[in-house]
């Protein structure tokens, strides 16, 4: 005899819609949550079991779901170009609130202030991203803006539009960030020679550069932590 697996016909403490109508929802697990972005399984899988399978595979973390490609979804079997697409829509939703969260987050009191606001915008990139936060006299980022994308070397970081940018916000500080795809959180010679060369300008205008963090998916350092500048 066939077996129908829609969620429709599951028992009442298996549907995660409803369990989500009855118990909030925080109850719902995160394989429930995704089974309901999927909305069904096939005749052969429920949905839930569906999603626990893809969660498995990465080891149940939700930030390597959402780096999921449409394609690398669609390699399941039962998750089409459609459910695929809700998936992927759904993390990038959740990853867009993280971003707009932080907005909130202004004033920097520590160099986790600084991760809080960037790893949302550059911590899960597959390439390198400089980013410049502008602060003013009471350490509130008044400004942030992307000055290279694909790598950091001294081609790629103008000094000069880092300070006309600081002078055109009336801009006190600088905070100077930028991600490691690797995962590395090791400071290279480029990075603290960029550093350096920054400070040294910096001091001549009276525009402070206050520190140099390198933001991966799960950390960051802190040149001034560090004791490297």
Not at 57 to 73: E, H, V
Not at 93 to 110: A, D, N, P
Not at 120 to 141: A, D, M, Q, R, T
């Amino acid at each position: 005899m066939e077996q129908n697996f829609s969620i429709k016909n599951w028992a009442e403490d298996d549907k995660p819609r409803e369990k989500m109508m009855l118990k909030g929802k925080a109850a719902l697990s995160d394989a429930e949550l995704v089974a309901i972005l999927i909305g069904s399984g096939s005749r052969n899988e429920s949905a839930v079991s569906l999603s626990k399978r893809i969660l498995s595979s990465i080891d149940n973390n939700l930030n390597a779901l959402g780096k999921l490609s449409l394609k690398q979804l669609m390699e399941f079997k039962g998750i089409g170009e459609a459910k695929a697409i809700a998936i992927a829509a759904a993390l990038e939703l959740g990853r867009r609130r993280r971003v707009e969260e932080t907005v909130e987050l202004k004033k920097i009191t520590s160099s986790k202030a600084v991760f809080e606001i960037m790893q949302p915008i550059i911590g899960e990139l597959p390439h390198e991203e400089f980013w410049v936060l502008y602060l003013n006299n009471s350490n509130k980022v008044i400004y942030k803006s992307q000055l290279s994308k694909g790598g950091i070397t001294g081609t790629v970081v103008d000094m000069r539009l880092i300070f006309k940018t600081a002078f055109e916000q009336n801009a006190i500080s600088i905070l100077l960030t930028h991600n490691h795809p690797s995962g590395k959180l090791q400071a290279s010679d480029a990075d603290k020679e960029i550093t350096k060369k920054l400070k040294i300008a910096g001091d001549q205008l009276d525009i402070k550069i206050l520190d140099h963090i390198i933001i991966t998916e799960n950390g960051f350092l802190s040149f001034a932590d560090e004791g490297i500048f």
